[in-house]
């Protein structure tokens, strides 16, 4: 079992156009998740947050 407990208010996104380029996401509320597998764990955060696996 993975869990996950996200939470922040200092979180950047990197654009992929520029090396050095971050971009803030804001402030995060708290979400918390549970999978069977690391890569299902990353799958849900990533689909909670609107990106990739990447």
Do not use: C, W
């Not at 999978?35 to 955060?45: G, M, W």
């Amino acid at each position: 079992m993975y869990k996950a407990h996200v939470y922040g208010t200092m979180t950047f996104y990197k654009d992929d156009a520029s090396i050095d380029r971050k971009h803030p996401f804001g402030t995060l509320e708290m979400y918390d998740v549970e999978a069977d597998s690391l890569n299902q764990l990353v799958q849900r955060l990533a689909e909670h947050f609107g990106t990739d696996m990447k």
